[in-house]
Structure formats: structure tokens, C-alpha cells
């Protein structure tokens, strides 16, 4: 395939194809998702979680994504990379340009940022300096100890307004991409539908732009898998044939299918 680039997404999503994002962290796994048909490698933080082993993301460095992120660009094969800046690196402008930097030079063509509103600021001074941002909101697992655990957020009026303003204000201020993670999936349409840029859903029902989600859930290697995870293993005889699976299932509007989200 064509290199993916933002327009490809912005293509992908004014004609209503939905787009197939998916994590990464080696150079084998890359490339078996490209060949798939994976559009976005996203270099996630959820690394902490799945490579680490610990029970945060937090403890994650700028070293560690952009150690992982040279990695997936050695076995991409065409897709976009997305890279997570980790938890404490962009909490200052500074900080948020040279983090960003660090995984741009190892191979990262978009960063990602979690958190709301309050990131205007940094997203604008990103964009202005060459660096496309996407905005993760919802459940932003590095602030797990002030939400007070993985919930879903966005269920009550006020909350589901602030989300929806944010996400006009971020893509108003230069972001190129939101993600939303344990939405409502009424609202998560909504979002998707006012936002011109693509919004990727994990958790968020099945009307955003696109889908995301973590590798080792997709392959049936998560003991406790959320609701909306589907174990792409069942049924397949190979690796290649789950990955197929997951970027078929996205593609046809599969997946997410309606129980995988969560009511308002
Ligand atoms: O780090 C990650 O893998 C993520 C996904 C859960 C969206 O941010």
C-alpha cells in the first residue's frame, strides 16, 4: 500500500472508510500489521502494561517510546506511526517540544498527547513547529490516580459537553487526530461527527472515524480483557490470520459491534 499519510486519514474518513489503528512496540509485529493492512502503528505507553509488566503506565520514560518507536519504524512497511508521549513529558511547552522531538527523530510521524482542553496551548506550539498531535480523551489512563480508577467517563450532561468542546477546541487549536477511550458511544458519534479531523474509538462503540486496540488484547493475551475487546485469536490458525481478522473486522463494521460499547 501507498504510505499513510494524514490526508490518506482525512481521506479514509470524508468518504466513510473506517480507519485501522493498532499497537506496536517491535519490528516483526509492525511489519506482520502492515502486511495485514494496519494503517496506524501506535506506539502506546499501554507498553508499561504489556512489554514492562507493570500496573501503570506511568512509570514509562521518553527513553523507553523512543527506543520502541525505532523499533516499529524499522519494520514498518508503509503505515503511519503514532507514538505516546509518556506520563510527565509534556507538562510544560518545553517539555512537550522536546519530548515530541526525541520520538519524531526515531521514526515517529505524529505524537500523542493525553488529557483535554488544557493542552490547547501545546498542541498549537507542537503544529507550529512540524509536529502533528493526536489528543487521547475520555479514560487517560496516566491520570488513573485522579480519575480513581479505569472508568468510563462522559456519562453525565456536564461531563459529555466539556468532552465535546475540548475535542472542537483541540482540533480548533491544530490537532490532527483525537482518540477517545471508554466513551459513551453516543457521545463518541457525536464527537466523531461535529470533529472534522479523524477520531479513533477503543471502548467508544461503534461510531467513531476508526478503531484502536492493544495488541496482546487483540491476540487473547489479556486475562482480564475490558468490554470492548474482542479476542481476535478465536477461530484462526496464525498471527497473520488474527491481525487479517481485526483489520477485516474494522474495515466491514464488525468491530466494535454494539455490545462492545457503553451506554450514556
Ligand atoms: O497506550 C496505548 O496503547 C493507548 C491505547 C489504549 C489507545 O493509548
Known sequence: ???????????????????????????????????????????????????????????????????????????????????????????????????????????????????????????????????????????????????????????DEARAREMREAALALEEAGAAMLLLECVPSPLAGAISRAARVPVIGIGAGPDTDGQVLVLHDLLGLNPRPAKFVRNFMTGQGSLQDALAAYTRAVKDGQFPAPEHGFSA
Open 1 to 155: 500500500m501507498p504510505d499513510v499519510t494524514l490526508t490518506t486519514l482525512r481521506g479514509l474518513k470524508e468518504r466513510g472508510e473506517k480507519i485501522v489503528m493498532l499497537t506496536s512496540y517491535d519490528a516483526t509485529f509492525a511489519a506482520a500489521s502492515c502486511a495485514a493492512g494496519v494503517e496506524v502503528l501506535l506506539v502506546g505507553d499501554s507498553l508499561g502494561n504489556v512489554l514492562q509488566g507493570h500496573d501503570s503506565t506511568l512509570p514509562v520514560s521518553v527513553a523507553d517510546m523512543a527506543y520502541h518507536t525505532a523499533c516499529v519504524k524499522r519494520g514498518n512497511r508503509g503505515a503511519l506511526v503514532l507514538a505516546d508521549l509518556p506520563f510527565m513529558s509534556y507538562a510544560t511547552l518545553e517539555q512537550a517540544l522536546e519530548s515530541s522531538a526525541a520520538l519524531m527523530r526515531a521514526g515517529a510521524h505524529m505524537v500523542k498527547l493525553e488529557g483535554s482542553a488544557w493542552l490547547c496551548e501545546t498542541v498549537r506550539r507542537l503544529a507550529d513547529n512540524g509536529i502533528p498531535a493526536c489528543v487521547h480523551l475520555g479514560l487517560t489512563p496516566q491520570s488513573v490516580n485522579v480519575l480513581g480508577g479505569y472508568k468510563v467517563q462522559g456519562r
